[in-house]
C-alpha cells in the first residue's frame, strides 16, 4: 500500500482499490492526486495480479465533487500556470480511464459532480447508491461540461445530454441509471423509485431539439406546466456565453471520436481561463456564495456566432496530445 494525504492507493483480493482522501472537500481533485493516479492505472493495467481497479470516496458525502477549481480560480487571478497544467492533466487521466483495459469499477454514492464524473463515467461500471447525487454543472460557473462531455453527454438517450449540460440538473440513483451515467445501483428500500426524468423525456426532446438557447427558453416557455418553467428559470441565470458555448459544443461532439473530444475541450478550457465568467461564477457561487454573478456578455444576444466559435480555435503547439 502506498499512501498520500490526499490519495491512498492498495491492492486487495486481486483488485486495485483507489481512495480519494479529501472529505473535507467532498474528494475534489488536486492537480497532485490526478499525477499520482496516472501512472498507478498504467502500472495496474500492466500488472497480471491486478484483475480490476475499484475507485471510491472517504468519508459519507462525496464521490468527488469535482476539480479543485478554487485552485484554479486562484492561480488564474495570480497569472500562475495552473490554468493550463490541471486541465491538461485532468484530460489525460480522462482518457486514461476510457482506455482502460481491465474492470474500472466508481462507487458514486455520494457527490459526484465535474471532474468527479471524468474519473467514474468513462469506466466500465458506476454503481449509484442512496447518497448518489450527479451533476455536470459547470455552465452555473461560467464554465462548460468538460471532462468529457462532448463525447458522453451528446450520447445519452433523446436529447438528455443538452438538458443536463444546460441546466446542471441533479439526478438520484434512479435518474442515474435511466440515463446510462450509472451501470448498477446497490439494492434499499428505494430501488423501486419512479426516474423524475423518464416522466419528462417527452418534454425534453422536444424542448432541447430546438436549434438555439433563444428557442429552447422560448419552446420550454410554451410548455405551459411548471416543470418546464422551472427548468427555463435555471437556464437563465446561468452564464450566457457557457450557455451557447455548450450547446455548440454538444453539437460538435456528437460526431467526434474521445480523442477529439478531449483535444477540443482542452481548447475550450484555455478560452475560458482566459475571459471573464468562470472568475466570476466562482466567485458568486463559491468565494463570496452572494449567488449574483455578474455575468460578461449579460445576454444571450450579445453572445455573437464568432465569439462563440473562438472558444474552439486550435492551439497551435499548444493543443493537447496522448503521447
Given at each position: 500500500?502506498?499512501?498520500?494525504?490526499?490519495?491512498?492507493?492498495?491492492?486487495?483480493?486481486?483488485?486495485?482499490?483507489?481512495?480519494?482522501?479529501?472529505?473535507?472537500?467532498?474528494?475534489?481533485?488536486?492537480?497532485?492526486?490526478?499525477?499520482?493516479?496516472?501512472?498507478?492505472?498504467?502500472?495496474?493495467?500492466?500488472?497480471?495480479?491486478?484483475?480490476?481497479?475499484?475507485?471510491?470516496?472517504?468519508?459519507?458525502?462525496?464521490?468527488?465533487?469535482?476539480?479543485?477549481?478554487?485552485?484554479?480560480?486562484?492561480?488564474?487571478?495570480?497569472?500562475?500556470?495552473?490554468?493550463?497544467?490541471?486541465?491538461?492533466?485532468?484530460?489525460?487521466?480522462?482518457?486514461?480511464?476510457?482506455?482502460?483495459?481491465?474492470?474500472?469499477?466508481?462507487?458514486?454514492?455520494?457527490?459526484?459532480?465535474?471532474?468527479?464524473?471524468?474519473?467514474?463515467?468513462?469506466?466500465?461500471?458506476?454503481?449509484?447508491?442512496?447518497?448518489?447525487?450527479?451533476?455536470?454543472?459547470?455552465?452555473?460557473?461560467?464554465?462548460?461540461?468538460?471532462?468529457?462531455?462532448?463525447?458522453?453527454?451528446?450520447?445519452?438517450?433523446?436529447?438528455?445530454?443538452?438538458?443536463?449540460?444546460?441546466?446542471?440538473?441533479?439526478?438520484?440513483?434512479?435518474?442515474?441509471?435511466?440515463?446510462?451515467?450509472?451501470?448498477?445501483?446497490?439494492?434499499?428500500?428505494?430501488?423501486?423509485?419512479?426516474?423524475?426524468?423518464?416522466?419528462?423525456?417527452?418534454?425534453?426532446?422536444?424542448?432541447?431539439?430546438?436549434?438555439?438557447?433563444?428557442?429552447?427558453?422560448?419552446?420550454?416557455?410554451?410548455?405551459?406546466?411548471?416543470?418546464?418553467?422551472?427548468?427555463?428559470?435555471?437556464?437563465?441565470?446561468?452564464?450566457?456565453?457557457s450557455l451557447k458555448v455548450t450547446f455548440a459544443q454538444l453539437e460538435k461532439g456528437?460526431?467526434?471520436?474521445?480523442?477529439?473530444?478531449?483535444?477540443?475541450?482542452?481548447?475550450?478550457?484555455?478560452?475560458?481561463?482566459a475571459g471573464d465568467d468562470f472568475y466570476e461564477g466562482i466567485r458568486?457561487?463559491?468565494?463570496?456564495?452572494?449567488?449574483?454573478?455578474?455575468?460578461?456578455?449579460?445576454?444571450?444576444?450579445?453572445?455573437?456566432?464568432?465569439?462563440?466559435?473562438?472558444?474552439?480555435?486550435?492551439?497551435?503547439?499548444?493543443?493537447?496530445?496522448?503521447?
Open positions: 500500500m502506498s499512501e498520500t494525504e490526499e490519495i491512498i492507493f492498495e491492492v486487495k483480493r486481486g483488485a486495485g482499490f483507489i481512495t480519494l482522501n479529501r472529505p473535507e472537500a467532498l474528494n475534489a481533485l488536486t492537480l497532485e492526486m490526478i499525477r499520482a493516479m496516472i501512472p498507478q492505472l498504467a502500472a495496474w493495467q500492466e500488472d497480471p495480479s491486478v484483475k480490476a481497479v475499484v475507485i471510491q470516496g472517504a468519508g459519507d458525502r462525496a464521490f468527488c465533487a469535482g476539480g479543485d477549481v478554487r485552485a484554479v480560480w486562484e492561480a488564474g487571478r495570480a497569472g500562475e500556470s495552473l490554468t493550463a497544467e490541471f486541465f491538461h492533466e485532468e484530460y489525460r487521466l480522462n482518457r486514461m480511464v476510457h482506455t482502460f483495459a481491465k474492470p474500472y469499477v466508481a462507487l458514486i454514492d455520494g457527490i459526484t459532480m465535474g471532474g468527479g464524473v471524468g474519473i467514474s463515467v468513462h469506466g466500465s461500471h458506476r454503481v449509484a447508491g442512496d447518497r448518489t447525487m450527479l451533476a455536470m454543472p459547470e455552465v452555473g460557473i461560467g464554465l462548460f461540461p468538460d471532462v468529457g462531455g462532448s463525447y458522453f453527454l451528446p450520447r445519452l438517450p433523446g436529447r438528455l445530454g443538452l438538458f443536463l449540460a444546460l441546466t446542471g440538473w441533479r439526478l438520484k440513483a434512479a435518474d442515474a441509471l435511466y440515463c446510462g451515467l450509472a451501470t448498477d445501483y446497490v439494492p434499499s428500500d428505494r430501488m423501486g423509485d419512479l426516474s423524475d426524468l423518464a416522466q419528462h423525456q417527452e418534454v425534453i426532446d422536444h424542448c432541447f431539439s430546438s436549434r438555439s438557447i433563444e428557442s429552447i427558453l422560448a419552446t420550454l416557455e410554451e410548455a405551459g406546466d411548471d416543470w418546464a418553467s422551472k427548468v427555463a428559470g435555471i437556464i437563465k441565470k446561468h452564464s450566457p456565453t456528437a460526431t467526434l471520436d474521445f480523442d477529439q473530444a478531449m483535444i477540443q475541450e482542452y481548447r475550450m478550457s484555455q478560452a475560458f481561463m458568486a457561487v463559491l468565494m463570496d456564495k452572494d449567488q449574483q454573478p455578474k455575468w460578461s456578455p449579460g445576454d444571450l444576444a450579445s453572445v455573437t456566432p464568432e465569439l462563440v466559435e473562438s472558444y474552439f480555435r486550435p492551439l497551435g503547439e499548444r493543443d493537447l496530445t496522448f503521447t
